[in-house]
């Protein structure tokens, strides 16, 4: 199962650049659980948590109002049974300062019965690893 999530996680961070465009929107929700929530208070600007359906729409409405240009670039997945830790790079340019910006950043992925239940964002790469008990 746990290679099942990892697969499941990828093609959900696939449709996640569809969604930001506004396109896939309701392929990408039948992938979260209708209850998922998405902790993003790790942020530093405008920290939240988006909580259902409608938080990931209200999500991908703020990801459209803040950045021009925006994207995920998966470095490494890493199966850790329910929970897939996804290494990646994100860049972006800002919609009113076009200034660009490149993170490396951890995520935590959590799965239930084939759906997203849960992601913890903004972690620093080791932070991600060591919080699923694992290390790098």
Known sequence: MSQENVEIVRE?????GSAA??????????????EVQIDMTRRVINPDIYEGHAG???????????????EIEPERFIDAGER?????????????SGIEV?????????LRQGKVIRMETDLK??????????QE
């Open 12 to 16: 959900v961070m696939g449709l996640l």
């Open 21 to 34: 465009k506004g396109e896939r929107v309701d392929e990408l929700l039948e992938r979260f659980d209708p």
């Open 56 to 70: 990931l729409r209200r999500l991908g409405e703020d990801v459209r109002e803040v950045w021009a240009e925006f």
């Open 84 to 96: 897939v830790i996804v290494i990646e790079i994100r860049r972006g340019r800002g919609t009113g």
């Open 102 to 110: 490149e993170m490396r950043s951890g995520v935590i992925w959590t």
């Open 125 to 134: 790469p080791e932070e991600a690893l060591e919080t699923a008990g694992l």
